[in-house]
């Protein structure tokens, strides 16, 4: 038969144990997966020599070559078609995928995944991208090409941009 000291504890022990995971082991799980990329990207197309990679569109990029090449859809943002409905859409479509090459010449970021990312219909690996600093503080790609009128944010509740509207 429990007492009721037993039952006053219990809320205690749910609430640290609850502490313990938010505090301690939930940062630590969200860190996993993040891997370091050094690689070099240029844009599809535009030579390049020794880049590893190549921007297709402003959130798509390839790696490798042969059987080892990996198409990348980069995540929380979608950029617009390079061949769009409209002149609009193409001209912004291109700036982007100009600012994604550019973002991703800055140097070494990380993106998320690991070495078995989920993918989407088409086969493509899935990875959010982000560049942290001496701080750890993060600059988190699509938040960087959102912002910039770029692209639209993407996932649930997202609105869709009409770029021929614009």
């Not at 505090?23 to 030579?47: K, L, M, N, S, T």
Request: aromatic letters at 10%.
């Amino acid at each position: 038969m429990m007492t009721w000291w037993v039952l006053w504890r219990m809320p205690a022990l749910v609430a640290i144990l609850t502490g313990l995971w938010w505090y301690g082991v939930r940062p630590i799980a969200h860190e996993q997966g993040w891997v370091r990329v050094d690689d070099r990207f240029v844009v599809c197309g535009a030579g390049g020599g020794s880049a590893q990679g190549c921007v297709v569109d402003g959130d798509t990029v390839i790696m490798g070559f042969g059987p080892e090449r990996r198409r990348i859809r980069l995540t929380g943002f979608d950029a617009p078609e390079m061949d769009g409905a409209c002149p609009a859409e193409r001209e912004v479509a291109a700036t982007a995928r100009t600012a994604l090459a550019q973002w991703l010449a800055k140097g070494a970021f990380e993106w998320n995944g690991a070495d078995d990312p989920p993918r989407d219909q088409y086969g493509r690996e899935l990875r959010e991208v982000r560049r942290r600093d001496r701080d750890k503080s993060a600059e988190y790609l699509a938040a960087t090409m959102i912002g910039r009128g770029l692209a639209s944010a993407s996932g649930w509740g997202a609105d869709a941009v009409e770029w021929c509207d614009q």
